[in-house]
C-alpha cells in the first residue's frame, strides 16, 4: 500500500489551491481534497482489515523506509497500526468537518483553504511517521500554519492569542527536540550508530537512567500540545480567537498529536521512566480534569466554555496514560478519538450560532432552539457526548479510562479515579448550564429572524455525529481496530515492570 | 421457547425513536403520535404474551422461577471477564416490569394523542416517549450492571428532555436541569460502586456477580470483604454507593428535590416518568441486587430502611401543605416510593421471611397503576381549568364526572381501602415491618394515614369544596376518547391488580409462595387510613375556613413544611455558595491570573529583558568597533595571563 | 652606524596603530575613518618590515606580506570610496552618524 499518498494527497491539493481563482474554486477543490482524503482513510481501514484478518500480525502494516539524510542516519520511515489508523480517520473526519464549515469563508480565501490543508498535511505525516525525526519534523509543519490561521482569520486579541500558542507549543516543540535527541543519542549499539527509528529503538533497552532524564522533555513537551497543567493557558486563548475551522482542527486534530506523541513516543520508548513519573502525571492529570471542569462553570463565553472542557476532557488522555493498564490506555486512545470528534462538533456549533447571532456570550443567547432547531439539537448533542451519554462516544472513552484506572490498584491511584468520576457531574453542571441558557429559554426579539443550518453546515455536522454515535453504539469497532495498538505498547511496558 | 423475540420489545420504540426524531418534523407532524401508539401497542403484545409464557408455561423449573438469559452480546471488553454485554436477562421481576413498562406507556401515549394535540413539537414529543421506553425497557432487562448503567442514564436523559419539553419556560428549563444534575451525582455514587463491584467480582454480569458475592467462600468475595476504606469494607461501600444511585433516581431523602420540580414536564410525562416507571428504576435496582444486599451485607439494608422510612414520612408530611396538585401527587411519590424501599429493606432472604421483597414488588406493580391514573386524572383536569392550583378548581365533580370516578377509584386505592389495588400490596408491606421493627413499622402506619388525609384532601379540593356553578370555564368537554379510554383501563386495573396473587409469581429467592392475608392485621391499618379520609372530608369537603385554623394549630411546623422543611435552601447555599464561589470561582481566576500569569509573566519578562538590552543595537558602526575591539582586548588578555 | 633599536620601530608602529584606532573609533567622517583604517594596516606593515629585518634577515616573507597588503589595501580602499560614493548618494552625507539604519 502506498501510504505515502495520504501526505502527497492533500499537498497536491495545496498545489492546486494556489492555482485557483476565488472562492467558488478554492473551496471545491478544497472539498474534493478533504473527500479525497476520507476516501484514503477508509481505503486505508480497509486494507488494514484485511491484512489483520489474514494473519498478519506485524506491528506496523504498510511500512516503507528510504533513507533521507545518510550522515544522521534518519530515515523517511511511515508506517501504521491500529492507533494511527484511528487518528487517521479522525483527521479526515474533522477536515471534512472544517472545509464544509468555512465554506463561506469570502476573506483571503485561497490562503485560507491552503493553510487548512497544510495542516492536514502535518498531521498526517505526523500520524504514519515511524521515525522520530520525521514525526517532529511533521509536528512542526502542523504548527505554523495554525500561527497564521488564527493570527490573521481570527477574532478578539487574536494576535495576542496566536503569539501565545505559537510560543508555547514552539517551546513543546524544543522539549520534544530535547527528548527525541536525547533518544538517539543513547541509541549506540555499540558499534557508534545512533537512530530515529522507533521501532528500532522500541527493540533496544534505553538505560533507566538515561530515560529518566528525557522522558520529562519528551511527555511535557507533548503535554504542551495536549493541554497538560500547568501549560494548558494557550488553550483558551487559541481556541477562542481561531475562526471556527481553525479551533475545530486545533482541538479536533491538534491537541491530539501532542496525546498520540506521549503515548507512542514517551511512554512506548521511555518505559521505565513512565512507570517512575506515573504519580506525577496522574497528579496533573486529576488536577487538569477537576480544575479544567470547575474553572469552564465560570465562563461565559461558549468558546471558552469549550475549551476549559477540553482541558478537563485531555485530562482523561493523560490519565488514562499514566495509570498504565491495559483498560486505561485503550481508554486514552478512545478519548483522544471521542474528544476529537466531540469538540469538532461542538466548535462547529458554536461557529453556526456565532455566525448568525454575532455573540458568544451565554448570556446574550436564548431560546434558539425555537428558531435554529438543528443547529441546537447539534449544540445540544455535543454537549450531551461532552458530559459522557451513553451512545455516543464520550461514554464509551470516559467508562474506559474509569475502568482501567481502577484496576490499578494503588490506593491514592484510585483516589484521583473517584475524582476524575466526580467529574462528570461538574461537567453536566457547566454543559447544562450552557444548553439550558443558549438553546432553551425564552426566545430574544432580535433573533426571531434566524435561519437554520445551511446544507454544507448540515453535511458538516452530520458527518461528525455519525462518527460520534457510531462509536458510541458500537465502540467494538474502534476498540477492536486500536487494541493491538495499545497490546504492543503494554508489552513493553509490562515486561519491564 | 425462543425469548429473543424480546428484543423487539425495546426495539420498537428505538425504531420509533430514530423514524421520528430524523424524520419527524417534516413528515410525521401529525401523524407522529399514531406511530408511537401502535409501535408500543406492539410492544405490549409481545411482551404480554412473552409474560404469560414465562409466569404461566415454562418459566418455573421445581418451584423456583428461573433466570433465562435471552440474549447476551459482548459489547465492549474492558479485559477478558471485565466486559460490557448488552443482552437480556428473564426473570421474574423484568418480566414484570416489562407489563408495567409498556403497559403504563401506551396509556400514556394513548392520553398524549388527545392531550398534546395541537403542539408545535407532537412529533418530537413522541419521539422522547419513545426514547424514554426503549430505555426503560432496556433497563429492566439488563443483564450486564454497566448495561443497566447505560439505560439508567439514558433514562435520565429522556427524563430532561420531556421535562424541558416547555423549552422557553425557564422554571422547565431550570427543573429539567436539577432533574438531570441531581440524579447525574446520585449517578456517579452508582458507577464509583460499580467499579468496586465489578472490579472485585470480576465481572459486570449481574447474574455472577451475585453468585460470586453471595458465595462466602469465594475469593472475590473474600477479596472485597478484606480490601477496606475507612474501616469499612468495599462490599459494604459499593453497595451503599449504588443504593445512592438508586435513592437518586427514585428521589429519596435528600435527593428527591429534583422530583417536585419535575412536574414542570406535561403532565402525561409526569404520570409515565415521574410516577410509574423511571422513579421506581432505584426500587428495581435494589431488588436487582437484593441477594448481595441480604446474604452479604443487611447492614446497608438497615441504611435503605430507614432512608425509606425517613423519605415517605417527609414527603407524606410536606404532600398535606402543598397547594399544586401535581406537587401533591410528586410527593406522594416519593412517599410510596419511600415505602417500598422500606418494605426492601426490611425483607430477608428467601421464603416467609422476604415479605418484605414481596410486598415491595407487589406495591411497585399497583402504584404503578393507581399513580399514573392519579396523574392522568390530573392531567385531564389540569387540561379543563388550565391550572395547577388547587384554588382555580372545585366543584368539578359535576362537570368531569368520568374524571371524577377514575380519580375517587385511584385515591381509595392509594388509601389502602381493600378491596382496592393499594390495599393488598400496603399490607404485605406494613406486615413485614410489623414483624421486623416496630419503629419503623409505627411511622409507616402514620405515613399510611397521612397519605390517605392528603390524597382525599387532594380529592376534595378538586371535586367538591366549592358549588359546581363556579367553575364556568367549561368551554369544551372533558376531554377527547384518547383522554378517557386510558383512565378508565387503569381505574379497572387499581381495582384489579391487587387481587393478584404476587407472592406465587414474584419472590425473593424465586421460590413460589402461598402467602395469605392475614384480617386481623388489617384492622388497624384500614382504620387509620379512614381515619385520614374522615378528616380530610371534615376539613375540605365544604368551603370553609377550618384548613386554615388547623394550618394554625401547627404552626412554625406547618410553615416548615409548605416551605418542603427548606431543602432546596440548604442545596442551593451548598451549590451557589461554595461549590461557585468557594471553589469554582478562585479556579477560574486562578487560571486566569496565577498559571496564565505565569506565563505571560515569562513573556513580558523576555520582553522586557530583550527592550533593555536593545539599545546595544544601535546601528553605529563605531560602537560595535569598540564592542568586538574591547572584546578581542578581552580575550587576549584571557589567552595571554589565565589559559595555561 | 648605530642601529636603531628594534624597540623604538616598535614603538612607532604601535603609536601609529592606536592613533589610527582612536581616529576609527571618534571620527564621523568616513573618509577620515578610512585614512585611519590605513594607518592601523601600515602600522601592521612596519610590523613586519621590523621583525622581518631584525629576526630573519635571511627571509623575504615580511617584505611579501607588506606588498600583499599594499594591494588589499589599495583593492580595498577602492570598494570602500565606491561605498562612500553611494551612501553620499543616499544620504547627502558622508557622516557615520547618519547611516544607522541597521539598529533595533
Redesign the interface.
Given at each position: 500500500m502506498f501510504l505515502s499518498s495520504l501526505i502527497i494527497a492533500p499537498l497536491i491539493t495545496c498545489v492546486i489551491i494556489l492555482f485557483c481563482r476565488g472562492l467558488k474554486q478554492v473551496r471545491i477543490i478544497s472539498l474534493a481534497g478533504a473527500i479525497v482524503q476520507m476516501i484514503l482513510a477508509f481505503i486505508f481501514l480497509i486494507q488494514y482489515w484485511k491484512e489483520r484478518s489474514s494473519g498478519n500480525t506485524s506491528a506496523m502494516l504498510f511500512e516503507s523506509d528510504h533513507t533521507w539524510f545518510a550522515a544522521l542516519n534518519i530515515h523517511y520511515h511511515i508506517g501504521i497500526d491500529g492507533i494511527s489508523l484511528a487518528m487517521i480517520l479522525l483527521t479526515a473526519f474533522v477536515v471534512i468537518a472544517g472545509v464544509l464549515v468555512s465554506w463561506t469563508m469570502e476573506k483571503l480565501s485561497k490562503e485560507f483553504f491552503f493553510l487548512l490543508l497544510f495542516l492536514s498535511v502535518g498531521a498526517y505525516g505526523f500520524f504514519i511517521s515511524l521515525d522520530l525525526f520525521t514525526l517532529f519534523f511533521f509536528l512542526e509543519v502542523a504548527v505554523i500554519p495554525k500561527f497564521l490561521l488564527i493570527g490573521i482569520w481570527g477574532s478578539g486579541k487574536k494576535e495576542y492569542s496566536a503569539m501565545?500558542l505559537a510560543?508555547?507549543l514552539m517551546g513543546g516543540s524544543a522539549l520534544v527536540f530535547v527528548g527525541l535527541a536525547g533518544l538517539y543519542f543513547n541509541t549506540a549499539n555499540g558499534n557508534g550508530a545512533h537512530t530515529f527509528d522507533l521501532l528500532q529503538i522500541a527493540q533496544m533497552h534505553i538505560p533507566a537512567n538515561v530515560q529518566k532524564i528525557f522522558f520529562p522533555f519528551a511527555f511535557v513537551g507533548f503535554g504542551i500540545f495536549t493541554a497538560l497543567?500547568?501549560?494548558?493557558?494557550?488553550v483558551p486563548d487559541g481556541h477562542s480567537s481561531a475562526p471556527t475551522a481553525a479551533s475545530m482542527f486545533l482541538a479536533g486534530i491538534s491537541m491530539k498529536l501532542g496525546g498520540y506523541g506521549c503515548l507512542r513516543v514517551a511512554t512506548f520508548l521511555m518505559p521505565d521512566a513512565a512507570h517512575a513519573y506515573a504519580p506525577v502525571i496522574i497528579l496533573l492529570a486529576t488536577i487538569a480534569i477537576i480544575?479544567g471542569a470547575?474553572?469552564t462553570?465560570?465562563?461565559t463565553d461558549l468558546k471558552y466554555i469549550n475549551a476549559?472542557s477540553s482541558v478537563s476532557h485531555c485530562g482523561f488522555v493523560l490519565l488514562g496514560i499514566g495509570m498504565l493498564t491495559?483498560?486505561s490506555i485503550?481508554g486514552a486512545v478512545l478519548q483522544m478519538v471521542s474528544h476529537g470528534l466531540m469538540t469538532a462538533l461542538f466548535f462547529a456549533a458554536i461557529g453556526m450560532i456565532y455566525s448568525r447571532t454575532h455573540t458568544r456570550l451565554v448570556a446574550q443567547l436564548g431560546?434558539l432552539?425555537?428558531v435554529t432547531?438543528f443547529i441546537s439539537t447539534v449544540f445540544v448533542i455535543a454537549g450531551?457526548c461532552s458530559?459522557g451519554?451513553?451512545?455516543l462516544s464520550g461514554?464509551?472513552a470516559e467508562?474506559?479510562v474509569?475502568?482501567?484506572s481502577?484496576?490499578n490498584p494503588d490506593?491514592l491511584y484510585r483516589l484521583a479515579?473517584?475524582l476524575a468520576?466526580?467529574s462528570?457531574?461538574v461537567t453536566?453542571?457547566y454543559i447544562?448550564?450552557a444548553a439550558?441558557k443558549t438553546?432553551?429559554?425564552?426566545?430574544s426579539n432580535a433573533y426571531d429572524k434566524l435561519t437554520d443550518a445551511t446544507w454544507n453546515e448540515k453535511i458538516a455536522a452530520g458527518l461528525l455525529i455519525v462518527a460520534i454515535v457510531i462509536i458510541g453504539v458500537a465502540?467494538?469497532l474502534l476498540?477492536d481496530l486500536v487494541k493491538p495498538g495499545t497490546e504492543l505498547i503494554m508489552n513493553k511496558i509490562l515486561i519491564l515492570k | 421457547m425462543n425469548y429473543s423475540i424480546i428484543a423487539l420489545i425495546p426495539l420498537l420504540p428505538l425504531a420509533t425513536f430514530i423514524l421520528l426524531g430524523l424524520f419527524g418534523?417534516k413528515y410525521f407532524q401529525t401523524s407522529g403520535g399514531i406511530i408511537a401508539t401502535v409501535a408500543l401497542l406492539a410492544s405490549a403484545i409481545i411482551s404480554l404474551y412473552v409474560t404469560y409464557h414465562y409466569f404461566f408455561i415454562d418459566g418455573k423449573v421445581n418451584g423456583t422461577y428461573r433466570h433465562i438469559t435471552a440474549l447476551n452480546y459482548?459489547?465492549?471488553?474492558?479485559?477478558p471477564g471485565?466486559s460490557?454485554d448488552m443482552g437480556i436477562l428473564i426473570d421474574p421481576i423484568s418480566m414484570m416490569m416489562i407489563v408495567v413498562v409498556t403497559f403504563i406507556s401506551l396509556m400514556v401515549h394513548i392520553f398524549s394523542l388527545g392531550y398534546m394535540k395541537g403542539e408545535d413539537r407532537f412529533s418530537t414529543y413522541f419521539a422522547f416517549l419513545s426514547l424514554f421506553t426503549f430505555s426503560m425497557l432496556g433497563l429492566v432487562l439488563s443483564t450486564n450492571i454497566?448495561q443497566l448503567?447505560?439505560?439508567w442514564?439514558?433514562v435520565g436523559?429522556s427524563s430532561f428532555l420531556l421535562i424541558?419539553y416547555y423549552?422557553?419556560?425557564?422554571s422547565a428549563?431550570?427543573a429539567?436541569?436539577k432533574a438531570?444534575?441531581v440524579t447525574?451525582?446520585a449517578d456517579?455514587g452508582f458507577?464509583?460502586g460499580i467499579?468496586?463491584l465489578?472490579?472485585h467480582a470480576q465481572t459486570l454480569d449481574i447474574s455472577t456477580l451475585i453468585q460470586n458475592l453471595t458465595n462466602h467462600q469465594s475469593p472475590q468475595f473474600i477479596g472485597i470483604t478484606t480490601a477496606s476504606?475507612l474501616g469499612v469494607s468495599l462490599l459494604t461501600w459499593g453497595l451503599s454507593l449504588v443504593f445512592i444511585g438508586g435513592a437518586g433516581k427514585s428521589a429519596m431523602f435528600p435527593l428527591h428535590i429534583w422530583l417536585p420540580d419535575a412536574m414542570e414536564g406535561p403532565t402525561p410525562v409526569s404520570a409515565l416518568i415521574h410516577a410509574a416507571t423511571m422513579v421506581v428504576a432505584g426500587v428495581y435496582l435494589i431488588a436487582r441486587l437484593f441477594p448481595v444486599y441480604a446474604l452479604s451485607a443487611p447492614q446497608v439494608l438497615e441504611i435503605i430502611m430507614s432512608v425509606g422510612a425517613v423519605s415517605a414520612l417527609i414527603a407524606a408530611i410536606i404532600a398535606c401543605t402543598q397547594t399544586d396538585i401535581k406537587r401533591v401527587l410528586a410527593y406522594s411519590t416519593m412517599s410510596q416510593i419511600g415505602y417500598m424501599m422500606l418494605a426492601l429493606g426490611v425483607s430477608k432472604y428467601g421464603g416467609e421471611d422476604g415479605l418484605g421483597y414481596i410486598g415491595s414488588m407487589f406495591h411497585l406493580f399497583t402504584h404503578a397503576f393507581f399513580k399514573s391514573l392519579l396523574f392522568l386524572g390530573a392531567g385531564a383536569v389540569i387540561h379543563f381549568i388550565h391550572s395547577n392550583e388547587m384554588k382555580d378548581m372545585g366543584g368539578l365533580r359535576k362537570l368531569m364526572p368520568l374524571t371524577h370516578i377514575t380519580f375517587l377509584i385511584a385515591c381509595l386505592a392509594i388509601a389502602g381501602i381493600p378491596p382496592f389495588a393499594g390495599f393488598f400490596s400496603k399490607e404485605e408491606i406494613l406486615l413485614a415491618a410489623f414483624r421486623a421493627n416496630k419503629f419503623i413499622y409505627g411511622i409507616a402506619l402514620f405515613t399510611a394515614g397521612l397519605t390517605s388525609f392528603y390524597m382525599f384532601r387532594l380529592y376534595f379540593s378538586i371535586f367538591w369544596n366549592k358549588p359546581s356553578t363556579e367553575n364556568k370555564t367549561g368551554h369544551h368537554g372533558e376531554g377527547t376518547w384518547s383522554m378517557k379510554i386510558p383512565l378508565v383501563v387503569l381505574a379497572v386495573c387499581s381495582l384489579l391488580a391487587g387481587l393478584v396473587p404476587f407472592a406465587n409469581y414474584i419472590t425473593s429467592d424465586g421460590a413460589v409462595l402461598n402467602a395469605t392475608n392475614n384480617i386481623m392485621f388489617s384492622i388497624v391499618p384500614v382504620a387509620v387510613s379512614l381515619g385520614g379520609i374522615l378528616l380530610s372530608a371534615y376539613l375540605y369537603k365544604k368551603e370553609n375556613d377550618k384548613p386554615v385554623r388547623a394550618a394554625a394549630l401547627f404552626g412554625t411546623f406547618y410553615k416548615a413544611a409548605h416551605k418542603k422543611f427548606y431543602i432546596d435552601e440548604m442545596y442551593l447555599f451548598v451549590t451557589q455558595r461554595i461549590?461557585?464561589n468557594l471553589?469554582?470561582?478562585p479556579?477560574?481566576w486562578?487560571?486566569k491570573n496565577i498559571?496564565?500569569g505565569?506565563?505571560n509573566l515569562t513573556?513580558t519578562t523576555t520582553g522586557k529583558v530583550s527592550e533593555s538590552i536593545k539599545a546595544m543595537q544601535s546601528g553605529r558602526l563605531q560602537s560595535y568597533a569598540i564592542y568586538f575591539f574591547g572584546g578581542v582586548i578581552a580575550m587576549a588578555a584571557l589567552f595571554i595571563y589565565w589559559w595555561k | 652606524m648605530n642601529t636603531i633599536p628594534l624597540t623604538h620601530i616598535l614603538f612607532v608602529s604601535t603609536a601609529l596603530f592606536f592613533i589610527g584606532m582612536y581616529g576609527l573609533f571618534t571620527r564621523r567622517n568616513i573618509i577620515t575613518m578610512l585614512m585611519s583604517i590605513e594607518l592601523i594596516l601600515n602600522s601592521v606593515n612596519i610590523n613586519f618590515i621590523a621583525f622581518n629585518k631584525y629576526l630573519h634577515p635571511a627571509n623575504l616573507d615580511g617584505v611579501f606580506f607588506t606588498i600583499f597588503i599594499i594591494a588589499i589595501a589599495a583593492a580595498e580602499a577602492a570598494v570602500a570610496i565606491a561605498i562612500i560614493i553611494n551612501l553620499y548618494r543616499n544620504h547627502k552625507s558622508i557622516d557615520i552618524e547618519d547611516a544607522a539604519e541597521m539598529k533595533y
Open positions: 501565545k510560543l508555547m497543567f500547568p501549560f494548558h493557558t494557550w480544575y470547575f474553572a462553570m465560570m465562563q476549559y491495559r483498560t485503550n431560546g432552539l425555537k432547531p450531551l458530559l451519554l451513553p451512545g461514554f464509551v467508562m474506559t474509569f475502568m482501567g481502577w484496576q490506593k479515579t473517584i468520576c466526580a462528570i457531574v453536566a453542571v447544562l448550564r439550558g438553546v432553551m429559554g425564552p426566545l465502540p467494538f476498540y | 418534523r459482548t459489547w465492549l471488553e474492558f479485559s471485565i460490557i454497566f448503567y447505560i439505560f442514564e439514558l436523559l424541558g423549552f422557553y419556560k425557564p428549563v431550570a429539567s436541569k438531570f444534575i447525574r451525582f456517579l458507577l464509583i467499579l468496586m465489578g472490579f476504606f461549590l461557585f471553589i469554582a470561582r479556579a477560574a486562578v487560571d498559571v496564565d505565569f506565563m513573556a | -
